[in-house]
């Protein structure tokens, strides 16, 4: 199962959602019960991997329920694994696609000479902005470095690789860096319920400043994220979602560790970029309780 | 003499099958005439403030008992004056016994026998009669001769059928409401120990030939509401009841003089209308015939006149107080009114404590509707869930209940029977977002019953969705909304409520009772005693609570750190119609970025929208904004001066940006996915 987790290609999420499918693939059983409790206990393990834990939940999730939404027709067991098996492979091309389609729905927002500020990395912004360059279209990055793991270094090279114009700054240097930018476009490692997003430390701050200074900020991400949690603040977080499961392990003393992610409430974004369309903070929820209700 | 004694034939006539509702005053074949119209309307003015009708005026009622509701039967046209009830309950208590044997004797069936012209002249010269004998009387006079009349049109045709039709009308009286037939049944029996003590007291002669008149009448009165009177009149019995009547009309002169010291002021005389005469009639003589039901078997004629009147002051003292209140603000012109209410026009009825007076003269109306419309109008059940519950219970029981008249299909007969009943409790207090949801879930179900139902599948299939509603919607909600702000309440946490809330109540106590840890604030205001309820509750369970009044929850608000509020409506954008008071605690906990939850079932949400509180809202009682320990307050006589106006408004509107969450039972939404639920319970439940 870990072995996928090394493509770097793919995101956590992506990678989870293959590896239910070869749990389904390879791991044989007899009832749909068994195959049910195969995949929990697979969904359990990816949970406590290193790897940030919200998308591989939500996705895990939302993958559960789209397959399982075929199970009570069929009347055999193989007929049902081989429809899940199906269903779990709809899923995930939809997935792969979905970068895509949101990368071409952020394509009309970047116009010539604009300067966008971008935070840590996210594959899915990597996509627009590629598609962006594809498309002739001259324009600035920003980005953060984002500590503690400084991903955004490895943003600014793989932009840097695709011919953008990039610059890396401190995370400190946001403030400094708002009045000159454009638009802030971001990735999300997941939605939550109230429209707000849960990403890399730094994000919330980035969009304080924002506010502030009347500067949009959209955010890219594709609708496997969605989740149905719904944080009222900082501390109401999911203690998963924050802290790696090997800190949570150690029994170290959680106030004191560094937390992964933030939660920036939907007040602070103006749109989301999502495969099911461009949408505002308040109709996440209307699209969560189709795709879950 | 001879139209006298027609009179009382008529008077004590079983009134059952007697009226038609429409034509309950009036002779079926001879409505009055312009200048009779005239003369009574005259009358009434005049008589305003006179009480002594009553005696007549019960007779009437009695007489004129609508078909289905003995209760509410005695629908009578008296005016409607409080003391009235007092009299009446003095007036049977201590006049009818000796009336009661001797006309309930003479009491045929309670058919309505085919009126003749002879009858006819007959009333009319029965009614010139009384109304020359009756000076004092009250408004109700022209009504009471009405009453006469009819009582004498009955009397004479009922003479002969007398024997034949007591089976019948035995029969027949029994049929309706099982409800009534029980309390009938009490009243039988009192009337029957009225009877005979009427009797007892005729024989002693005319010394207490006066007071025994006035009770007999009574008696006769209770017994005519009871509805089960069969009894054979003689000829001389109603000669003798005439000559009662004579004298009792006497005897309530005598009363009303001594009743007008209680009598507090004008009747809205300017206003009454028939039907409103007829009402309040009505409602005094319902009320009147349960007393006297009541007192018919303890109480003896000895100095009835006396005693009756301190008995009712003290009795009814508290509605006198109501009353009294009311009937000065009735006493004001409509200018006055519109001047003191500007702003609020369009939201400003009456505050109206007693709502029985809006029955109309003929209703149907189950006796539980008519229950719950008096405890609405007097917040006995307030609340937006537990106002739900007992409108469903209510309407479960008219359901149970309701008799299918011929030929009619049993969801339009229902219907419209509903239809009254519900304009009825609207009356007494403005539907809040539940109970109208309620009632379009009601009538959806009612609008699909197939259209050659059984009558009793039908009820069953109604009585069943009633009870699903209320286990699903309401009591299983409030389940899930409990375990979901549950996982929102962490230990150490301090939680702020405001008001009384039957939700946020369950939530609290189940969240301790499950271990959680957390201290709570109950912030309430001086005018509304609900807060000071809410903290009665909690600490029964254990909680540990604070209570604030609601100018220092600025200043609490830093200690606290999550704010719970309950809803009684939520609107299409996500605004919360709430106790007054809740927009502003909203405001302070966003301005410390408090997070504001509100617990709300889906039931209340509602597709309207406003964005403020004055399009509609509810004007509460006046009087609950004065300080009531304070004798020396300044608000106390308010009313005497119209430049002051105390304001009580129910509800406010907290709008969607002050509030970060709604927790309903399907998830935790934002305030502006309201639409969403309200497009998803469409297509789950189709309503």
Redesign the interface.
């Known amino acids: 199962m870990k072995i996928l987790r090394e493509e770097e290609d793919v995101s956590a999420g992506v990678a989870a959602i293959k590896t239910l499918l070869t749990v389904i693939e390879n791991y044989k059983v007899s009832t749909v019960r068994e195959l049910d409790l195969n995949l929990q206990l697979a969904v359990d393990a990816m949970r406590h991997c290193d790897q940030p834990v919200t998308a591989i939940s939500s996705g895990c999730e939302l993958f559960m329920r789209f397959i399982t939404f075929a199970k009570l027709d069929t009347k055999s067991f193989e007929e049902c694994e081989k429809i899940m098996l199906q269903r779990g492979n709809i899923f995930l091309d939809k997935l792969l696609e979905a970068r895509g389609k949101v990368a071409k729905q952020a394509l009309s927002f970047i116009c010539d000479g604009c300067k966008i500020l971008t935070h840590s990395r996210s594959r899915v912004v990597l996509q627009a902005m590629i598609e962006a360059i594809k498309a002739n279209k001259r324009f600035e990055v920003f980005i953060t470095v984002s500590a503690p793991d400084n991903s955004g270094e490895v943003m600014h090279k793989q932009l840097v690789a695709a011919g953008v114009d990039a610059t890396l700054i401190l995370d400190s240097a946001v403030g400094y860096v708002m009045e000159q930018v454009d638009i802030v476009m971001i990735g999300a490692e997941g939605v939550t319920?109230?429209?707000g997003i849960i990403n890399k430390i730094g994000t919330y701050s980035l969009g304080i400043a924002a506010l502030e200074l009347k500067k949009p900020v959209y955010v890219l991400t594709e609708s496997f994220k969605f989740s149905?949690i719904?944080p009222?603040?900082q501390?109401?977080l999911p203690k998963e979602f924050k802290y790696l499961s090997n800190t949570l392990k150690s029994g170290k003393d959680l106030s004191k560790q560094h937390p992964l992610v933030d939660y920036t409430p939907?007040s602070y974004i103006t749109l989301l970029f999502t495969d099911l369309g461009i949408l505002t903070?308040?109709a996440v929820?209307?699209e969560?309780?189709k795709l879950y209700? | 003499m001879k139209y006298l004694i027609l009179i009382s034939f008529i008077a004590f006539q079983g009134t059952e099958k007697m009226v038609d509702a429409e034509n309950y005053l009036v002779q079926p074949e001879k409505p009055f005439t312009a200048t009779q119209r005239r003369r009574i309307r005259r009358n009434r003015l005049r008589f305003a403030k006179t009480d002594c009708v009553d005696i007549l005026c019960t007779i009437n009622k009695i007489q004129n008992k609508t078909k289905n509701n003995p209760e509410q039967g005695h629908i009578a046209v008296i005016e409607n004056n409080k003391q009235e009830y007092k009299v009446e309950d003095a007036l049977r208590s201590v006049v009818i016994k000796d009336f009661d044997e001797s006309i309930l004797q003479k009491m045929s069936s309670n058919e309505i026998p085919p009126k003749s012209r002879d009858e006819i002249k007959a009333a009319r010269q029965a009614k010139k009669a009384a109304k020359l004998k009756v000076n004092n009387k009250t408004t109700e006079n022209p009504q009471l001769t009405k009453e006469i009349e009819n009582l004498n049109e009955n009397n004479i045709n009922s003479k002969p059928k007398v024997e034949s039709t007591d089976e019948v009308d035995k029969s027949v009286v029994i049929n309706p409401n099982a409800v009534d037939i029980s309390t009938s049944r009490e009243q039988i029996k009192a009337d029957r120990a009225a009877k005979k003590s009427a009797k007892q007291l005729k024989k002693k002669g005319a010394a207490d030939g006066e007071s025994n008149v006035q009770s007999s009448v009574k008696k006769e009165l209770k017994e005519d509401d009871s509805v089960k009177q069969n009894e054979d009149m003689t000829v001389k019995d109603v000669v003798e009841t005439l000559k009662n009547i004579v004298s009792v009309a006497k005897e309530v002169n005598e009363i009303t003089t001594k009743v007008s010291a209680l009598d507090l002021g004008g009747k809205k005389q300017e206003e009454t209308g028939k039907s409103k005469a007829e009402l309040r009639a009505e409602r005094r003589a319902k009320q009147e015939a349960q007393r006297a039901a009541k007192q018919a078997a303890e109480q003896k004629v000895v100095k009835p006149k006396l005693e009756a009147p301190t008995v009712n002051v003290d009795v009814p003292k508290k509605e006198e107080k109501v009353i009294k209140s009311k009937t000065l603000e009735k006493s004001k012109t409509k200018l006055q009114l519109a001047q003191r209410f500007n702003w609020f026009q369009h939201l400003y009825t009456e505050f109206d404590k007693n709502p029985l007076k809006k029955i109309p003269i003929n209703s149907n109306l189950h006796p539980a509707i008519v229950k719950l419309g008096v405890q609405l109008s007097s917040r006995v059940v307030k609340g937006s869930n537990a106002r739900c519950i007992a409108l469903l219970d209510a309407l479960n029981k008219m359901v149970r209940d309701y008799v299918l008249p011929a030929k009619t299909e049993f969801s339009r007969g229902l219907e419209s029977h509903l239809a009254s009943s519900l304009e009825f409790l609207w009356t007494t207090r403005e539907p809040c977002a539940s109970q109208i949801n309620a009632v379009k879930f009601f009538r959806h179900h009612l609008a699909q019953l197939p259209n050659n139902v059984d009558e009793f599948d039908a009820k069953k299939t109604l009585q069943e969705e009633i009870d699903r509603y209320i286990r699903e919607q309401i009591e299983m909600a409030g389940e899930a909304i409990s375990i979901a702000v549950r996982n929102?309440i962490?230990n150490g946490d301090t939680i702020l409520t405001y008001g009384c809330s039957s939700l946020i109540e369950q939530i609290l106590c189940e969240a301790w009772e499950a271990g959680l840890q957390f201290r709570t604030l109950v912030v309430g205001s001086r005018v509304s005693p609900d807060a000071a309820e809410m903290l009665r509750r909690l600490c029964a369970r254990g909680l540990p609570c604070t209570y604030v009044d609601f100018t220092a929850v600025n200043y609490v608000m830093k200690t606290v750190s999550?704010v719970v509020l309950g809803a009684g409506a939520l609107l299409a954008n996500g605004a919360v119609v709430s106790a007054a008071g809740t927009a502003g605690v909203a405001l302070a906990a966003r301005a410390r970025n408090r997070?504001v939850?509100v617990a709300c079932h889906t039931h209340k949400f509602i597709d309207s929208l406003y964005t403020d509180a004055f399009m509609h809202n509810q004007i509460g009682d006046p009087d609950d904004l004065l300080e009531k320990s304070d004798d020396n307050s300044p608000l106390k006589d308010w009313r005497s001066n119209l430049n002051l106006t105390p304001l009580n408004l129910t509800y406010d509107v907290t709008p969607p940006c002050l509030i970060?969450?709604v927790v309903t039972e399907?998830?935790?939404?934002?305030c502006?996915?309201a639409p969403?639920v309200l497009r998803?319970k469409l297509s789950e439940y189709g309503v």
Do not use: C, Q
Request: glycine share 4%.
């Open positions: 319920e109230s429209g149905r719904y009222l603040n501390m109401d939907p903070p308040s929820s209307d969560l309780i209700l | 929102k962490s999550k997070p939850l970060t969450a399907l998830a935790i939404l934002p502006t996915s969403v998803f």
